[in-house]
């Protein structure tokens, strides 16, 4: 009875993901962040060096010969910039709860193992993957349980002494009840036995949006200040 009552909990879970998002893409471009949107990538340039930097930390200088599981892997962009750091399409592999990012994935990539599969159900055997990434996946599930069923899973087939690289914001959206925000202390309790780095960045988007437009120069120096940032990257080591 149990086990059907969490089925029934995932489904609906699901149903409600796929809806928010059916309507997002319908949204007005000013509500949808496109490719070109300063802000959205002045972002992801900034989170990119502190990736790097934290990896250098851990004396990792290239991901060649690392197995690779991007959760929530939208269009593939992600594992596609990874091939610059030595990753290598057969070893990378990513999952969507989405069927058109996916398409769109194996079309630009085809040589990368692309899924349409639910994160709390991850298509892959215990402890195969040396690195895996969960970025802006947990916010949107609103279930405390599935959330917690998400991370197990990641875990699960993350190897030992393997890698997940976690990154999402910490604050509610006042403005949007369809995502919750997720704290340092939630992390710590999402991601059991395992040695947890954070990095504090992504410049608060009302500001960054404002700087991006005026000043590349005033958005990167604005994003070295703690408190203005809402996200953290955290990269967790399986013990």
Known sequence: MEMTREVLDLEKEVRRIRTVFAQRKEAPVSEWIPHLNLYGRYAYYDRTAVLIHALRQLNVSSLEGMKILDVGCGGGTLLRYLFDFGAKPRTCFGIDLLEDPVRSAKELSPNVGFYLANAARLPFSDECFDLVFQSMVLTSVLDA?????????????????G?????????????????????????QELLPGCTLRFWRLTLAPPIGRILGAVSPFLFHLFSRVPFLCTHYLCIAEKL
Request: cysteine-free; charged content about 35%.
């Open 163 to 187: 890698r997940l690289v976690w990154y999402d914001f910490m604050f509610d959206n006042p403005r949007n009840k369809n995502v919750k925000g997720i704290g340092r202390s939630e992390i």
């Open 145 to 161: 349980k599935i959330k917690q069923t998400i991370a197990s899973e990641m875990l699960r087939v993350l190897r030992r002494r």
